[in-house]
């Protein structure tokens, strides 16, 4: 079964600052996709980022970018220029693409990013 | 924003009692999802529908059931409340379950907050 793991629990940054949100997972498959969701305090979950394994260039989202790296199974988030806005929880993700029960997201359990003016 | 409404935002229930959660798209988007979140689990997928009246289980199924009579709306009853269903209920909308660009990302709502006493 394919599993995520978010070591931090929490993490701080200062606003102007970056930072860097870890995650890995485990997988036999070659095919997938992993996602970074941001839950601010309303509770809603909004897309951040999406990366395809297939894919060797890393994902980026204006101050948001990935650290893809296949092998290690690793794909963390890098916030650039943190803003006071960026404060949340944040949720790495993983979905198969290759045949039966591809639809599932898989979570990590979350990383609550706090942003200090 | 896709558009996702959840109803109702906030219920408060006894154990014993039915409860039926009410999630409504105008996106016209084929598959829907329910998930709940839990503090250390991050969300877990209950059941999800791949069109009208096609519906299926999640992981954590047990005690839920779900209806799709029209493309827009699905349905989350739980037959019999119970305390461990006290929880973050999440719909999740996906134009498709196959990468096409993008279109298999999962787009959530608001979330419904569910205490069962």
């Known amino acids: 079964a394919q599993t995520v793991t978010q070591s931090q629990p929490e993490m701080s940054v200062q606003e102007a600052e970056t930072v860097t949100l870890s995650c890995t997972y485990d997988?036999?498959?070659?095919?997938?996709?992993l996602f970074w969701y941001k839950q601010p305090p309303s509770r809603q979950m909004i897309l951040v980022i999406r990366?395809?394994?297939?894919?060797?260039q890393n994902a980026t989202e204006n101050r948001f970018s990935v650290n893809f790296q296949k092998a290690a199974k690793s794909f963390s988030l890098k916030i650039s220029d943190s803003q006071l806005g960026d404060a949340a929880m944040y949720f790495c993700?993983?979905?198969?693409?290759?045949?039966?029960?591809?639809?599932?997201?898989?979570f990590g359990k979350g990383t609550l990013l706090t942003v200090n003016p | 924003d896709a558009g996702i409404t959840q109803s109702p935002r906030h219920k408060v229930t006894e154990t014993g009692t039915p409860v039926t959660l009410r999630c409504h798209q105008t996106?016209?988007?084929?598959?829907m999802y329910w998930y709940r979140q839990d503090p250390g689990h991050g969300l877990r997928l209950i059941h999800y529908?791949?069109?009208?009246?096609?519906?299926d289980k999640g992981e954590v199924s047990d005690g839920y059931s779900v209806s799709r009579s029209k493309t827009e709306d699905f349905l989350l009853t739980l037959e019999s409340a119970t305390s461990s269903q006290t929880s973050v209920y999440f719909c999740?909308?996906?134009?498709?379950?196959?990468?096409?660009?993008?279109?298999?990302?999962?787009?959530f709502g608001p979330g419904t907050r569910l205490t069962v006493l």
């Open positions: 999740a909308i996906s134009e498709s379950m196959w990468s096409a660009g993008g279109t298999d990302t999962q787009y």
């Open positions: 997988t036999s498959e070659s095919d997938y996709y």
């Open positions: 990366q395809e394994a297939y894919k060797q």
């Open positions: 993700a993983y979905r198969r693409n290759s045949g039966g029960s591809n639809y599932k997201l898989t």
């Open positions: 996106e016209n988007h084929r598959y």
């Open positions: 529908s791949y069109g009208v009246k096609d519906t």
